[in-house]
């Protein structure tokens, strides 16, 4: 058979772990093992095989194509061109963002509903849906914490037909390392049994019901399976949601599902399949901004919050020097040194942003507040200076790292790339390098020329 021989050349040819099966391979690679493992080896290929009849080709198989296509050299040989070209997509995507000024909450409170049926043991995904779900949650969650640290996270997970509460919204889970420990041991979230999305948006739901009006209701729905397995009706469901307000988003692992797509078209949350790894972590990191308010909230009645904004009370905390004398804090009741102290009623909290636990203000320190700030003014997409004919006066270095422009002029790559290497900015009409710009504007949120 043909297509046998070919299989094996490939996986050989990938630097997968599905080696030959054969013997003298085997033992050269692995002197020390036995021939049982050579044997095993090659009960693993004939699977593949199997396998290989029904569909065209392996996930893996495809993203290893993928990565030699879309890294090429340029005719000098170097990957110079390439690397450009990739920061040019994601400046174009700047340019495309919204610039007018809309409305976002910053105050935001997420669940993470995390599919834990069997259907995450699939492997279309490497190493298994389950892993991939897991770490992306686990970076997905630092960098959601980084861009929104006045926000809340908890986590519920979805197996054996039942909701399961992992991790709560309320105590510490403004702490990204909290929200980390929830879903740090792999053990205990061993995927089983059947998904009910019913049960665990329910579960989610509660645990938000005590939240203010200000802050957001989100839910993030990782979803792998391709069923859901109900106690009633799930728009009943939807229904209550649409009316409380909570936006829920989806990220499919399989495929499209009607009632998926019904949940995040309904409650203005985001839906989207993921066609492999990187796309998985795209859908995902796409959900980290805070959500613009769209007209769809007005629409849906609640005039006094969509209308026009409310005011809330916050405080900015003193805080204690490490040399000061110990004291209880107001939140574990331990002796220490360090602190914050609640401008209010004086309380000592160990840490901010948090809730006054004696007369409930809102503690933030600036810094976290600006933070949260930033989304509400992004920094204007810097232009590409195509020549340097139209500049009377150019800067010799980049405005923000000193580095010397380039002299030559490169060739034309496509749009949104400077020849010259200048990124301009339109408010303070300062040139930076395209390293500068990129950190600019996904780092530091704030342009180091004018100040905005
Ligand atoms: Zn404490
Ligand atoms: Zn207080
Ligand atoms: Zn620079
Ligand atoms: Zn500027």
Not at 191 to 204: C, Y
Not at 205 to 219: D, F, G, N, V
Not at 327 to 338: I, N
Not at 415 to 424: A, C, P, Q
């Amino acid at each position: 058979m043909p297509p046998r021989r070919e299989l094996v050349i490939s996986a050989a040819d990938s630097d997968s772990d599905i080696s030959f099966p054969d013997d003298d391979y085997d033992a050269s690679r692995d002197k020390g093992k036995s021939k049982g493992k050579g044997r095993a080896e090659k009960k693993k290929v004939d699977k593949g095989k199997g396998k290989a009849k029904d569909s065209q080709a392996y996930t893996w198989e495809a993203s290893y194509t993928r990565s030699w296509e879309t890294v090429q050299e340029d005719e000098a040989g170097s990957l110079q061109t390439s690397v450009q070209e990739l920061m040019a997509r994601g400046r174009r995507k700047r340019l495309l963002a919204p610039a007018a000024a809309i409305r976002r909450t910053i105050i935001r409170h997420v669940i993470l509903l995390l599919d834990l049926s069997s259907a995450m043991l699939d492997r279309d995904m490497r190493p298994t849906r389950f892993d991939l779900m897991l770490q992306y949650a686990r970076e997905f969650i630092l960098e959601w914490f980084d861009q929104n640290p006045l926000g809340q996270i908890g986590v519920v997970g979805m197996r054996a037909g039942l909701g399961e509460r992992i991790g709560d919204l309320s105590g510490e889970s403004g702490n990204p390392q909290e929200v980390l420990s929830y879903i740090k041991e792999r053990h205990k979230l061993e995927p089983t049994g059947e998904p009910s999305l019913q049960n665990a948006i329910e579960m989610a739901k509660a645990s938000m019901s005590h939240l203010p009006t200000h802050s957001s209701r989100e839910i993030i729905i990782i979803f792998g399976s391709l069923t859901t397995c109900d106690p009633g009706n799930i728009h009943e469901t939807l229904e209550t949601c649409v009316k409380n307000k909570v936006r829920i988003s989806v990220v499919a692992l399989a495929a499209e599902m009607k009632i998926c797509r019904e949940l995040s078209d309904k409650t203005g949350g985001q839906f989207g399949v993921a066609m492999n790894e990187g796309h998985f972590k795209d859908l995902l990191f796409e959900l980290v901004p805070p959500p613009a308010q769209r007209a769809l909230t007005r629409t849906m009645g609640a005039p006094s919050a969509s209308l026009s904004a409310d005011l809330m009370m916050m405080g900015f905390p003193t805080r204690l020097p490490e040399a000061s004398a110990p004291t209880l804090c107001v939140c574990h009741a331990e002796l220490k040194s360090q602190g914050f102290l609640c401008p209010r009623c004086l309380a000592k909290v160990c840490d901010v942003p948090t809730d006054c636990h004696v007369c409930g203000l809102m503690i933030v320190s600036s810094p976290h507040l600006a933070r949260s700030y930033h989304h509400l003014f992004p920094v204007k997409p810097y232009d590409a200076v195509p020549n340097l004919e139209d500049i009377p006066q150019p800067s010799d270095a980049c405005h923000g790292c000193a580095k010397l422009f380039p002299m030559t002029t490169s060739i034309p790559i496509g749009e949104g790339v400077s020849v010259v290497g200048r990124y301009r900015c339109p408010d303070c009409r300062h040139d930076f390098c395209s390293d500068c710009d990129v950190f600019v504007h996904e780092v530091i949120h704030c342009c180091p020329g004018c100040g905005k």
